[in-house]
């Protein structure tokens, strides 16, 4: 009868325990599956945007590295000009020394010297133009008004020599539309040569009228339409799909200087017309509408790869999922089969011994008294230090506030840890951290009265409660057990450890609860590591009573 029981139990007990086994493996799986199935839609979703972001980040770095073109190519066009320009007056300078009235109608080709720079020989003191290559710029200079040296050295590119005489001066300069036409010239050369990935382009519009309408601006540069270079644009202009692009790229441009906007134009070399995206940019300068785009299909069709690529991820992942599943219910079954039949013979031994345990038992109860008597004694203290431990300080804080609270008393918390302890775990090892802690442990208790309780808080941390005691006697005693610790030397390997402790003070009487004079008194703790360590900090806090 007792054998029939003891199966029915194994029976019950494997029943519910496969069942519980399978709705947890079940649950999991389920759990699993559909977050799996949410950061798929999830990745999805985020994919287009984030391929998007990524064209348009593309797009707009590449019109940003043109602007950086154009003031690189105005440094190097300063940089040749200047050479040249102190070629052309070394030359003009020898050629015109002591005929200075045969200078009228010089050329800087005669000299073999670039046709772009005008050259002009001047006497200083009258701001007479004795000769020049251009006659209406040195015209202009003569009727500025002011002296032509001053004139001249505000052009952007200027060279000037002094002849023999000292009054005579020759001068090589570029005005800044000259420099300006130069820009323009090499960094068109450089947009039209330009080529991006997947085919792309930059093409440049030339605005004329900044308010729109017909002919507001002329299509300057276009790869992808050379033919129509120079041809007039409108802001009516729209696309198959009727939108306005060129009003929107003008718009853009005005309010903010720079413009994303999208509407269908045909691919470079194709006739296909699809969806595109374009970022353009203002150079006022140069009255340049600077921009570059990209087709939308090749990112639909990256899109549609990545979809799929992550789909067929997706669906390996939940055939590992099941498949872990499974496995994970054979093996939980096996092991409790295991389990329970360890278990069974560990029951059927027990009941053998249970008639020899019962009269022992009777022997060990003394003993076992005995032994509870030293296992509290070892619950209530730290077995490295031979401290108290933090919760033989509680209870005792427990008891210390209930009397105070009655007799209208107070007592003082200090807690204080070791400056630095983990350089000491790094040099010396965890066996000389824990030989130090001893000595300090020691060090503190011999310094506290009697009355008073110190134990082990932490790690590298003592609490100490101090009885009867205020604010200025409980900083007396920190400071007197900071100096001491200080002084301490400790030899561990034939090696010497000292160490430093910074201390936090708080009063029962200005907290309405231990536990608030803990928390005042390690604020004045983590205020003395901060203040550099080494110190006794004070906590304050809110009397109650007037105390």
């Known amino acids: ?101 045969e200078t009228t109608g010089l050329s800087p080709g005669i000299l073999g010297l670039p046709a772009p720079v005008n050259l002009v020989v001047y006497r200083q003191s009258t701001n007479e133009v004795l000769g020049s290559s251009v006659p209406d710029r040195a015209a202009l200079f003569f009727e500025t008004g002011s002296p032509i040296t001053d004139t001249l050295l505000k052009q952007p590119i200027c060279s000037i020599k002094k002849l023999t005489d000292g009054d005579i001066h020759v001068a090589a300069f570029l005005t800044q539309t000259q420099v300006n036409a130069l820009v323009r010239e090499r960094v068109a050369h450089r947009i039209r040569k330009s080529r991006l990935m997947d085919g792309e382009y930059i093409w440049v519009n030339q605005i004329i009228n900044y308010d729109g309408g017909d002919n507001y601006a002329i299509r300057f540069i276009h790869p992808n339409l050379p033919d129509t270079e120079g041809m007039s644009l409108s802001t009516d202009m729209q ?47 140069f009255d340049w509408v600077i921009a570059t785009g990209v087709h939308l299909d090749d990112v639909e069709h990256l899109i549609s790869r990545e979809s799929k690529r992550m789909k067929a991820s997706y669906r390996h992942q939940l ?116 030989a130090l802690l001893q000595s300090i442990a020691t060090l503190i ?31 007396q005693k920190a400071e007197h057990l900071r100096e001491l610790v200080e002084k301490h030397v400790i030899v561990f390997d034939e090696k010497e450890i000292s160490v430093t402790m910074t201390f936090g003070v708080a009063n029962f009487c200005d907290h309405l609860s231990h536990g608030e004079t803990l928390k005042s008194a390690d604020t004045a703790l983590y205020q003395g590591k901060a203040n550099g360590r080494n110190r006794v900090e004070k906590g304050h806090g809110t009397k109650i009573n007037g105390k």
């Open 445 to 475: 208790k011999g310094n506290v009265r009697a009355e008073d309780m110190v134990s082990r808080w932490g790690g590298e941390e003592f609490l100490i409660l101090l009885s009867h005691s205020d604010t200025t006697i409980a900083a």
């Open 239 to 285: 696309d198959i799909k009727g939108n306005l692009p060129y009003k929107e790229e003008l718009e853009g441009v005005k309010s903010g200087g720079e413009v994303y906007f999208d509407y269908y134009f045909k691919k470079m070399h194709q006739g296909l017309i699809t969806h595109k995206l374009s970022f353009a940019k203002l150079y006022k300068p």
């Open 1 to 101: 009868m007792v054998q029939i029981e003891k199966n029915r139990i194994r029976q019950y007990f494997y029943l519910g325990a496969v069942m519980i086994i399978i709705m947890l493996s079940v649950c999991m799986s389920v759990l699993f599956m559909r977050n799996l199935h949410i950061e798929y839609e999830l990745k999805i979703s985020q994919l287009s945007d984030s391929i998007i972001s990524a064209k348009k980040r593309y797009i707009k770095d590449v019109i940003y590295r043109i602007f950086g073109d154009i003031g690189v190519e105005e440094s190097i066009i300063q940089a040749e000009f200047t050479r040249h320009g102190e070629k052309m007056c070394g030359i003009l300078k020898k050629t015109v020394e002591g005929r200075f009235g």
């Open 319 to 434: 055939l590992f999922a099941s498949l872990a599943a499974v496995a994970g219910i054979v093996l939980s079954i096996g092991v409790m089969v295991i389990f329970e039949r360890l278990i069974y013979r560990l029951i059927s031994n027990y009941n053998s011994d249970i008639a020899q345990q019962q009269k022992k038992l009777v022997d060990d109860k003394m003993r076992l008294e005995d032994a509870l008597t030293l296992l509290k004694d070892v619950a209530f203290k730290d077995p490295l230090t031979g401290l108290w431990n933090r919760r033989a300080m509680l209870e005792r804080l427990g008891e210390e506030t209930s009397r105070c609270l009655r007799q209208h008393q107070c007592f003082c918390l200090i807690i204080c840890d070791i400056d630095y302890f983990k350089n000491v775990n790094d040099t010396f090892g965890h066996n000389g951290g824990d």
